[in-house]
């Protein structure tokens, strides 16, 4: 079945360095893919979405690219900043959106 | 005002006891979602409807049930909750197909003791 893979947290790191979280998805056909934000005591809210292979999805810094080939969308940011810490979620919705699969999330710790 | 809200947002209960959790959106949207978050695991799949008179299982259904009572209310029942029910629960809405982004209410935190 469809399923959503994301690298275990917490992560820590200092303002300004550079951030990536892996995510690998299984999934038959060709999913949309999404990486989502939850803020400390807040719902999910959408971060950046590609919807097919080789699309790039951005917002506030953050990228990740639908790479096909090797069942990927990792979340990448070039310098964080202490308002980035929140937990990340990998996830992914079947052509018609019907249902959403969500990895298990990962905590990323921002210090000044 | 939020456009999902959940009431109540933290609730403590003893086992055996009947809960519900509901959920309210504002955002006009037909499809509405009912998932459990729990550490290490991610958000799972509890109920899903597509509309009024459409209700489906998620991937974790067993002792919950679910009531939609309008477009607008989407209610989550524990018919006799058990301390592995303990979780913070999310409401969902979604506009539809074609279209890809879920709107999260802020939570329920149900702790069973």
């Known amino acids: 079945g469809d399923s959503v893979t994301q690298m275990e947290g917490p992560v820590t790191l200092s303002e300004e360095a550079c951030l990536t979280i892996?995510?690998?998805?299984?999934?038959?056909?060709?999913?949309?893919l999404f990486w989502y934000v939850q803020y400390p005591g807040e719902g999910l809210q959408l971060l950046l979405k590609?919807?097919?292979?080789?699309d790039k999805g951005s917002n506030k810094g953050f990228e990740a690219t639908y790479r096909k080939e090797t069942t990927s969308f990792h979340l990448e940011k070039g310098s964080v900043q202490v308002s980035d810490s929140a937990v990340y979620f990998c996830?992914?919705?079947?052509?018609?959106?019907?249902?959403?699969?969500f990895g298990s999330g990962t905590k990323l710790n921002v210090k000044p | 005002d939020a456009d999902v809200t959940q009431t109540p947002r933290n609730r403590i209960t003893k086992t055996g006891k009947r809960i519900m959790l509901e959920c309210s959106q504002t955002?006009?949207?037909?499809?509405m979602y009912w998932y459990r978050q729990d550490p290490g695991l991610g958000l799972r799949l509890i109920y899903y409807?597509?509309?009024?008179?459409?209700?489906n299982k998620g991937e974790i259904s067993d002792g919950y049930s679910v009531s939609r009572q309008a477009q607008a209310k989407f209610s989550l029942s524990l018919e006799s909750a058990i301390p592995n029910q303990t979780a913070l629960y999310f409401c969902?809405?979604?506009?539809?197909?074609?279209?890809?982004?879920?709107?999260f209410g802020p939570g329920t935190r149900l702790t069973v003791t």
């Open positions: 969902a809405t979604s506009a539809g197909p074609n279209s890809y982004e879920q709107y």
């Open positions: 892996n995510c690998t998805y299984t999934a038959t056909g060709y999913p949309s």
């Open positions: 590609a919807t097919k292979a080789d």
């Open positions: 996830a992914l919705s079947p052509y018609n959106f019907n249902k959403f699969y």
């Open positions: 955002k006009g949207h037909d499809r």
């Open positions: 409807s597509f509309d009024v008179k459409d209700i």
